[in-house]
């Protein structure tokens, strides 16, 4: 890789990147702390109802979470070095976030036992991936991303 290919590479896109970055593994590391939540933390922070429905989760839908932030984590890192391998591994993470948000707001009643606030989380992880899908697609249509 040539130096010029870092320099010429736009201030927008750092920031994006990291952005992307530090968002991701935001997202990560909620993953982490819901499998690895104690039964005594669990008592402590939710009510009986949404224990229930958080221990009653299927296994692939925690599969899709961490699919989902994985290869987001791992996406971001790929913007960041300007591998156009992001795109896809951005649009892994999408249909990853689409079957776990199937389960939460189709298979199941996630509104009635957490409230709305779910769904305003929901969609802000939605419209940021469908976000950083479409950045990585132009990206390497520009050429910024090889």
């Known amino acids: 890789m040539s130096d010029s290919k ?3 590479t ?3 896109h750092w920031l994006i990147g990291g952005a992307a970055l530090i968002w991701n593994l935001f997202g990560f590391s909620i ?3 819901t499998v690895t939540i104690t039964p005594e933390q669990m008592l402590a922070r939710y009510e ?3 224990i229930v429905y958080m221990e009653s989760i299927p296994v692939w839908v925690t599969s899709a979470f961490a699919i989902a932030v994985t290869t987001a984590v791992i996406g971001s890192v790929f913007l960041l070095l300007r591998n156009a391998l992001a795109l896809p591994l951005f649009v892994i993470s999408l249909v990853a976030i689409l079957v776990q948000h199937t389960y939460s707001f189709v298979l199941s009643d996630v509104v009635a036992i957490f409230g709305m606030t779910q769904v305003y989380i929901a969609s802000t992880v939605f419209v940021i991936t469908i976000l950083l899908v479409f950045y ?3 990206a390497r249509a520009k050429g910024l991303l090889t």
């Open 10 to 12: 736009p201030l927008t």
């Open 48 to 50: 009986p109802d949404q």
């Open 136 to 138: 990585s697609w132009r």
């Open 6 to 8: 870092w320099a010429d």
């Open 31 to 33: 993953y982490y702390m």
